[in-house]
């Protein structure tokens, strides 16, 4: 849709099917020659028309994985696409405690809790991971929640941008419900700084930041900073 001589990007009417966290990056120029034909409609509605015209995904179960990993291992997916395993290293708390061995960093999500295999007087949590020294860093419920974050690679679709701030909702992974926050501009116009109503958890660089207003996508960027 265009408004106001831009274009803009909403949510779908299907919540469940929704990929506008996912679609944040496209810019004028792609919004310009892109339609998006089944974002007024429903899966129900979907598979109804499908039915209609008689093809053959009309009652095809859906898939929840990704589509080209037929095993379903995302990991081995990516060690055979690297060419190399990816390798086992420490486990340690926020206060450099020692807990346990992992199996690869790209085994584990920020906010994981089972799968761990470690002992310790209370849950543990993924809370980060160091890169370059293969550590994988967790911590208790407590620890892993954030209320606030910095978003680099700020990418403006449905405005063009800022003032000195700007009170909106954010997701911070697709699956999660918009939160409540207030958006500030940082030190330059790819970056913003965001600082939520109430602590979240599991927010974890590189992963995406959508910012909304009601259904509309203002923009979004990566996370470089989780405070």
Request: charged fraction near 25%; charge should be neutral; proline fraction near 3%.
């Amino acid at each position: 849709m265009k408004i106001k001589k831009r274009y803009t990007l909403s949510k779908a009417v299907d919540s469940h099917k929704d990929q506008s966290y996912v679609l944040y990056f496209l810019n004028q120029e792609q919004l310009a020659h892109s339609q998006f034909p089944l974002g007024s409609l429903t899966k129900e509605e979907v598979r109804a028309y499908a039915d209609e015209y008689g093809l053959v995904t009309a009652h095809k179960q859906e898939s929840q994985d990704i589509c080209f990993v037929q095993t379903g291992d995302y990991a081995d997916f990516i060690e055979s696409y690297r060419g190399q395993p990816s390798l086992p290293g420490p486990i340690v708390t926020k206060d450099g405690l020692k807990v346990g061995e992992h199996k690869g960093l790209i085994r584990y999500t920020i906010g994981q809790r089972r799968g761990l295999g470690v002992s310790y007087k209370e849950p543990l949590f993924v809370c980060s991971k160091d890169i370059a020294s293969n550590t994988l860093i967790v911590c208790t419920a407590d620890q892993l929640h954030t209320k606030s974050i910095i978003v680099d690679d700020v990418n403006w679709v449905s405005i063009e941008g800022i003032g000195d701030e700007l009170e909106c909702e954010v997701k911070v992974r697709y699956s999660s419900k918009p939160q409540k926050a207030k958006l500030i501009k940082g030190g330059h116009d790819a970056q913003v700084k965001v600082v939520f109503a109430e602590e979240i958890p599991g927010a974890a660089c590189g992963q995406a930041a959508v910012f909304y207003s009601g259904d509309s996508v203002l923009g979004g960027g990566i996370i470089t900073v989780a405070m």
